[in-house]
């Protein structure tokens, strides 16, 4: 099996160390791992690709290659320039910290992952959700890290994936506890927080220079049941199926009696 792996944490970040490791067992013996990821730190930025300016490549190893750019850069520069041929999976992550709820809107990895569905490649999102039960282990990652393989391997196996014009693509969470407390796993909705707003505060450097930084939200409120926060937060992985397309199609009809 052919696999590229990306993320948004960038290329020297510790979660993609996991994912090499994850994905080199499962491209096994005679299969090929591929590497293509931001050169710095790209959280937050989406499905974002750099379409007003060009993206450098560097390449630090054979199959490892840095690019100046989001996750969808990478994701489009392997495919249409790294690669001699197209991968059979693209695996995103594994991102420190979750990628459930609103993150998801936000989140490189998500980009990532979707890019690789746009472009009629199978694409899992992978994520290591933090929180007082695991950040402080000597590897956050080790649900992620334990359970992995497995995982990915039964979603190859099991999971759908379609031909349509906006394909599937899945985003899994890790829960926030130890490898031995998994519960197990459960397919779920994105859910919705309700006091995970983001926000701006201002700063003023000593040089009397203003910023404004971003302000985050509690990640400890678990979603509606059967959504992906709820099921992380009752140490369940979660696995969400997912497209690109932004409709709204339970309005279409009650709209159309309105509008047109």
């Given at each position: ?21 994850l ?6 013996n ?24 060009p ?5 630090f ?13 990478c994701?489009?520069?392997?495919l ?8 059979d ?17 936000y ?34 990652f ?20 379609d ?18 407390d ?28 203003r ?50």
């Amino acid at each position: 099996m052919r696999i590229l792996i990306t993320n948004d944490d960038g290329i020297s970040a510790p979660g993609l160390q996991v994912l090499t490791e994850l994905a080199t067992e499962i491209a096994g013996n005679g299969g090929e791992v591929w590497t293509v990821a931001p050169a710095f730190e790209q959280s937050g930025v989406g499905h974002c690709i750099s379409y007003s300016r060009p993206t450098m490549v560097q390449e630090f190893a054979p199959r490892r290659f840095a690019v100046e750019g989001s996750p969808a850069d990478c994701v489009l520069a392997a495919l249409y320039d790294v690669m001699p041929e197209r991968p059979d999976l693209i695996l995103s992550g594994v991102n420190r910290g979750n990628n459930a709820a609103e993150n998801v809107l936000y989140s490189g990895t998500i980009g990532g992952a979707m890019e690789g569905a746009l472009q009629h490649v199978p694409s899992i999102a992978l994520s290591q959700y933090y929180g007082p039960d695991n950040a402080a282990l000597d590897d956050p990652f080790d649900a992620a890290r334990a359970h992995g393989v497995e995982l990915i391997r039964t979603m190859i196996d099991h999971a759908e994936w379609d031909s349509a014009d906006y394909r599937l693509f899945y985003n899994v969470n890790f829960p926030p506890c130890p490898a031995a407390d998994v519960k197990g796993r459960q397919v779920t909705a994105q859910g919705w927080r309700p006091d995970a707003d983001h926000g701006m505060t201002p700063h003023v450097s000593p040089s009397g220079r203003r910023f404004l930084y971003v302000t985050g939200a509690p990640q400890q409120t678990p979603t509606a049941p059967g959504t992906d926060c709820a099921a992380n937060l009752e140490n369940y992985i979660s696995i969400t199926p997912m497209r690109a397309d932004l409709t709204a199609h339970d309005l279409i009809g009650p709209l159309k009696d309105r509008l047109e």
